[in-house]
């Protein structure tokens, strides 16, 4: 699955900004992006499985959630036909027949099958009908039913099946087609005034049985034969190519059948059914038909285009990374109006949210387009990663979502050679996940398979850890052994698999083969046994050079460094660490710290020479140095930045304010690390100063620290300011780099923050001109996110109903989007009031969005404890409406505590968890869990660091 991103990237950053100015706004995120990742996905946080409510001891096979190993599916054959008007009860429904031809492996008088939310009918009183496969006779049913606890479908048989034999079982069914999102489900949006209605699927992780009754694991491959009914005029899709469309009459309506060839041998979690009177752009690429999808108004506005024009490249990208021929005959991508996650890599159809896949060239942004180009590159990887060969159970998801999340980043680079989008992954992933990982509560990457179990442990797997860690460890493990051999070994694994099933050590496997076959390569230990270090234990540590002896040590690092680890590890926290390392400038061979503390003469430095390691941030770890090193490097970066690269740069601002909040090193030493940005003109320096500042703005911005730190800022930003007015001929013009076009809004964001002069007036005059003619919007898409927040949050009613008509107005979901953020930007809390209230009604909020929305409100300081209590009051119908399904819901509970610092929020925090205990908090238990400990340390912070930051800020500002 892409990463569920909340907000695009900018908008997020814009809010962070904003708090500063406004002394009320904050922000909550510690996001990078949008990503499906994205990644703006408020942090989202780790798991643990949730504690069961009641103490339930199985008795039956059928109390298990794991399937028993005796019966194993060959193929299914599988007729849906979802009705898109209402039925007399104003309900929609699909029916469906479905056939599986299964093996018997173990002699077995049962048959358990996945089913949930299904009416069957019954045959003989039964509901279902078994018979034998060529010799094999099958016994006569006992007794059929359903076990609603672990959605299973039994079949009681009044003999044993044969072990060897194959048999036929076969259902018919009704289902609801709801607004749910999951499993088949409906959509729907309006289109010249008129309702239209598109069936749509979305079966990870657990919700194909939703659909029809099915063996649904991932490692219970097998074939789909599948045929959809519908209306004539609308087109169906699947998995595989349409092979036949024909016309018939069925109970009276006349309707068309689509026919698609039998699938691969695939995964239930990859299915995808789709009936929508969507239109296409297409193109083939050696024969590959390659589609988009989307609603009409979409494709005549072209917005399909740029995402038509990206796919066969990144296609052609990953048959050459992984040596491998796209496995199928047709890839088709579609842009749904209802979606909950990011994006959806189903086999030959993925599925994404509007915003993930549409791009118009017009009215679309930069960051947009970044966005479409890492989700399709980030989708298609899993086309051979994750869906030709596919990880046995859920517990190994780290690996399918990191392993992509790191690849997406090659396949966008190839499609967009100029954005450097490949440094990027610094700020989207690693940096974000390392706040994550810090924490004494994190876990392992890895879990052992009888740790997940039921559905809500497997939604668990989906989160930052998985997909962001498992990036940052999958590129370092590609850098230390080389790309080349990383991309063999790949190739090998993939080959080996193909259309079947592997746990992680295969892939370790297969990559130390490829080392074993490269001599010239020097690897000091198994990459099993490296890997485990990174991936059996949690955290990373903090690798400390003394360059006055060349003595390097290691540590696992706390952001809290009091916090306890009650989390055994069988490494005792210690890491085999990769070290890429430059002196002076000039770059020194790879070193490997393999114990706790080791001497590497070489490391040594004095007089000028001045020592970085981890150049690139290749491996994932923060560094440390002595004092004489430290000022060395602000030496350096005060006087010829440039020496370094721009990746280093962020890195030390970044590291710096890390190490000091976890008291390693002085707090003003980090914010000396700031002092060069006067001269800083690049993208991601700034980024990482805005994000690591955020903290210091959520902690101060009701003291009297906060006007310190208005006017340090108003000093470092000045110059960007000039610079990019400069550079836009007085905002004329659109920045040629893509990371300046970036870069150019944090300039806007800060110095409309703290006052620069010129700025407000200017942002308020473009909005108040459109204002004055809705017809006509001249802002320039890169900036409008930047523009609608800061004219929302500095205006009133008159600036918020404006946006909302904008916002409902709205063909273009980027657009909604940016609009729907910026009006969480307002400082009057009536306005902040109705908006929440808004949120629980979907016909102004999408429910999709909803959690998404409540969390925007919650980063504005005025709409924080707006948020707080609305979603106490509360909890019991927002958890009922999305704490089961939505991706987004954890961060209900992180974003709104960010800023929690006071004795008094802490207790408010550990009442809502006692409070609840009987609503209980689903996939957001950890979160929860999370927020208290932030809580605890952010009150110590603030109390032992309020005095000496207040003093830095004072001088510094003069
Ligand atoms: C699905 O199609 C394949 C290939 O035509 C066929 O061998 C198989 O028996 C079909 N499965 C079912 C359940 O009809
Ligand atoms: C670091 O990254 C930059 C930009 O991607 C690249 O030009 C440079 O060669 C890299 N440096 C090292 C030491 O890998
Ligand atoms: C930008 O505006 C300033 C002051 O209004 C003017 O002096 C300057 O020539 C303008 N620059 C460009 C490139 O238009
Ligand atoms: C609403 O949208 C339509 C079509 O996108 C546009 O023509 C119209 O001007 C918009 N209305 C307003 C008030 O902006
Ligand atoms: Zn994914």
Not at 219 to 246: C, Q, R, W
Request: aromatic share 12%; with cysteine.
């Amino acid at each position: 699955m892409g990463k569920v991103y909340y907000i695009s990237k900018n908008v997020g950053l814009g809010l962070l900004l904003l708090a500063a100015i406004a002394l009320t706004t904050i922000l909550a995120l510690s996001i990078a992006y949008h990503k499906e990742k994205m990644k703006n996905q408020g942090a989202s946080e780790s798991s643990v499985p949730a504690a069961p409510t009641t103490a339930f001891t199985p008795k039956d096979p059928w109390d298990h959630y794991r399937l028993p190993d005796a019966l194993v599916p060959v193929s299914y054959r599988l007729n849906l036909w979802p009705r898109l008007q209402p039925n007399e009860d104003g309900m929609y429904i699909f029916t469906g027949q479905s056939s599986v031809i299964f093996r018997c492996v173990k002699e077995t008088d049962l048959i358990i099958i996945h089913a949930s939310k299904l009416n069957f009918t019954t045959t003989d009183g039964h509901q279902a009908k078994l018979s034998g496969v060529g010799d094999a006779r099958a016994p006569v049913i006992q007794k059929t039913f359903l076990v609603k606890r672990t959605e299973y479908l039994v079949i009681q048989l009044r003999r044993k099946l044969t072990a060897g034999a194959t048999y036929l079982l076969e259902t018919g069914f009704v289902g609801e087609l709801a607004d749910d999102l999951e499993g088949f489900y409906r959509s729907e949006y309006t289109q010249d005034g008129v309702k239209k209605v598109v069936a749509t699927s979305q079966m990870q992780a657990t919700y194909a049985r939703q659909a029809f009754p099915c063996f649904d694991e991932p490692a219970m491959k097998a074939v789909f034969n599948v045929t959809i009914v519908h209306d004539p005029s609308y087109v169906a899709l699947s998995n595989g190519k349409e092979t036949d469309i024909s016309e018939v009459v069925i109970e009276g309506v006349r309707v068309k059948v689509t026919t698609f060839e039998p699938t691969e041998r695939m995964s239930t979690y990859l299915l995808a059914f789709i009936v929508s009177d969507f239109d296409h752009v297409q193109s083939s690429q050696n024969n590959l038909l390659i589609r988009i999808w989307a609603k009409r108004t979409a494709i005549a506005d072209s917005q399909g285009d740029y995402a038509l024009s990206v796919t066969g490249p990144i296609l052609q990208f990953f048959e050459r990374y992984y040596n491998t021929t796209y496995p199928l005959s047709k890839s088709d991508q579609i842009a749904l109006p209802d979606f909950s996650n990011g994006a959806m890599e189903n086999w030959g159809l993925v599925t994404y949210r509007e915003t993930a896949l549409l791009f118009d060239p017009v009215l679309s942004s930069t960051g947009n387009k970044e966005r479409v180009t890492t989700v399709i590159s980030h989708e298609l990887a899993h086309m051979w990663f994750g869906n030709l060969v596919t990880l046995k159970w859920w517990n190994d998801l780290w690996l399918n979502e990191g392993f992509a999340s790191y690849v997406e980043y090659l396949g966008a680079d190839y499609a967009e050679p100029t954005w450097n989008i490949k440094d990027q992954i610094i700020l989207y992933d690693v940096h974000r996940v390392f706040a994550v990982d810090a924490l004494a509560s994190s876990h392992p990457l890895s879990r052992r398979e009888d740790e997940v179990n039921d559905p809500a442990q497997i939604s668990e797997m989906f989160n930052t850890i998985s997909y962001s860690k498992g990036a940052a460890v999958i590129r370092m493990l590609s850098e230390f052994l080389t790309e080349p051999v990383f991309a063999r070994g790949l190739s090998s694994y993939l080959n080996t698999f193909a259309f079947g099933n592997t746990v992680y050590t295969d892939l370790w496997d297969h990559l130390q083969q490829a080392v074993d076959n490269t001599p010239s390569l020097h690897i000091p230990r198994s990459i099993g046994e490296i890997m485990n270090r990174w991936t059996l234990q949690m955290g990373f540590p903090v690798v400390t050079i003394d360059t006055r002896t060349g003595s390097v040590t290691q540590k696992h690092f706390l952001l809290d460094p009091e916090s306890v680890v009650d989390r055994p590890s069988q490494f005792n926290y210690t890491w085999f660490v990769p070290i890429k390392w430059m002196k002076t400038g000039v770059e020194q061979q790879q070193y490997w710290l393999l114990q706790n503390t080791d001497t590497h003469r070489p490391m040594s430095a004095s007089g000028s020479d001045w020592v970085l390691a981890n150049t690139n941030v290749s491996g994932y770890f923060r560094v440390n140095y002595d004092l004489d090193n430290w000022d060395r490097l602000l030496t350096l970066l005060n006087t010829h930045h440039q020496a370094l690269s721009v990746i280093n740069r962020a890195q030390i601002i970044d590291d710096a304010f890390n190490l000091a909040r976890a008291k390693i090193i002085n707090t003003t030493l980090a914010l000396k690390t700031t002092k060069y940005l006067s001269k800083e003109r690049e993208y991601m320096p700034w980024e990482s100063f805005q994000r690591n500042l955020g903290y210091f703005i959520l902690m101060f911005d009701r003291t009297e620290v906060y006007g310190a730190l208005q006017a340090y800022l108003k000093k470092q930003v000045q110059p960007l300011f000039e610079h990019f007015r400069t550079l836009t001929a007085n905002w004329t013009r659109v920045p040629e780099g893509h990371t300046d076009k970036y870069n150019q809004i944090n300039a806007i964001w800060i110095a409309c923050s703290v006052g620069v002069e010129g700025c407000r007036e200017l942002i308020s005059s473009w909005f108040r001109q459109w204002m004055d003619n809705p017809g006509r919007n001249l802002i320039h898409p890169n900036l409008k996110g930047t523009v609608y927040c800061v004219a929302v949050a500095f205006g009133g009613a008159e600036e918020w109903d404006f946006a909302w008509r904008m916002f409902k107005n709205s063909t273009l979901a980027s657009e909604a989007l940016r609009l729907r953020a910026a009006m969480a930007c307002t400082k009057v809390p009536w306005l902040l009031n109705r908006y929440l209230e808004y949120t629980l009604d979907p016909t102004k909020i999408r429910k999709q969005d909803a959690t998404s929305t409540i969390n925007l409100i919650a980063q504005n300081v005025v709409g924080m404890p707006l948020a707080w209590n609305f979603v106490r009051a509360k909890w019991s119908d927002i958890y009922e409406l999305y704490g089961k399904s939505s991706f987004s819901f954890p961060n209900l509970v992180s974003g709104i505590a960010t800023r929690f610092s006071t004795e008094f929020e802490l207790q408010e925090l550990k009442k809502f968890k006692e409070e609840n205990q009987d609503v209980g908090f689903g996939s957001a238990t950890m979160a929860l869990e999370q927020a208290i400990e932030k809580t605890k340390a952010n009150i110590k912070w603030v109390s032992e660091n309020k005095a000496e930051v207040l003093r830095w800020f004072t001088e510094e500002s003069t």
